[in-house]
T-cell receptor, first 109, second 116 residues
Framework: GQNIDQPTEMTATEGAIVQINCTYQ??????LFWYQQHAGEAPTFLSY??LDGLEEKGRFSSFLSRSKGYSYLLLKELQMKDSASYLC??????????WGAGTKLIIKP | DAMVIQNPRYQVTQFGKPVTLSCSQT?????MYWYQQKSSQAPKLLFH???????NEADTPDNFQSRRPNTSFCFLDIRSPGLGDAAMYLC???????????????FGPGTRLTVL
């Protein structure tokens, strides 16, 4: 079957750096997406990776290793507003998005 | 601003009373999706349309139906809501479905459905 694994919850301190991991097993691979979702709101797009390596976008970076079926989202200089769930989603060979359950990130002052 | 709009944001219905949720988009995207998301769970795809081609997920209950009368609008009909259908319903759009960043899905704000 198809599976996306990410930690359920993480805690970090304001101003620090946090890495949220995602491992996947899917039928084919057409890219990996990271979304941010604040409580009670819709997911918003953060990043897309289809080639191995690191993509940097301001305070957020996303890394992909296709051979390992692994990605991470790196958040630097954490702010209180970064408290949210972060969802990893992989597009399979049928161009369907397979979603992880999300990692709830709690930021403490 | 181009966007995905969902109405209403909050919907309360009674057990068994039909309800319709609506979604509109100004992005001119070909693909529209309906997801169901329960608390702390991954979004679950119910249907998607590629243009007018309707694609039903195998495990979507018959209680859920959808209509896309034109490119901009899509509706989700729940014929007889049960208590287990209480959830956030998310509409999303993407420009294409052929692989690559054009497949990025953009979400509306969601409709939170409560079933009494």
């Amino acid at each position: 079957g198809q599976n996306i694994d990410q930690p359920t919850e993480m805690t970090a301190t304001e101003g620090a750096i946090v890495q949220i991991n995602c491992t996947y097993q899917t039928s084919g691979f057409n890219g990996l997406f990271w979304y941010q979702q604040h409580a009670g709101e819709a997911p918003t797009f953060l990043s897309y990776n289809v080639l191995d390596g690191l993509e940097e976008k301001g305070r957020f970076s996303s890394f992909l290793s296709r051979s390992k079926g692994y990605s991470y989202l790196l958040l630097k200089e954490l702010q209180m507003k970064d408290s949210a769930s972060y969802l990893c989603a992989v597009m399979d060979s049928n161009y369907q998005l397979i979603w992880g359950a999300g990692t709830k990130l709690i930021i403490k002052p | 601003d181009a966007m995905v709009i969902q109405n209403p944001r909050y919907q309360v219905t009674q057990f068994g009373k039909p309800v319709t949720l609506s979604c509109s988009q100004t992005l001119n995207h070909n693909v529209m999706y309906w997801y169901q998301q329960k608390s702390s769970q991954a979004p679950k795809l119910l249907f998607h349309y590629y243009d007018k081609d309707f694609n039903n997920e195998a495990d979507t209950p018959d209680n859920f139906q959808s209509r896309r009368p034109n490119t901009s609008f899509c509706f989700l009909d729940i014929r007889s809501p049960g208590l287990g259908d209480a959830a956030m319903y998310l509409c999303a759009t993407s420009r294409d479905q052929g692989g690559g960043p054009v497949d990025t899905q953009y979400f509306g704000p969601g409709t939170r459905l409560t079933v009494l």
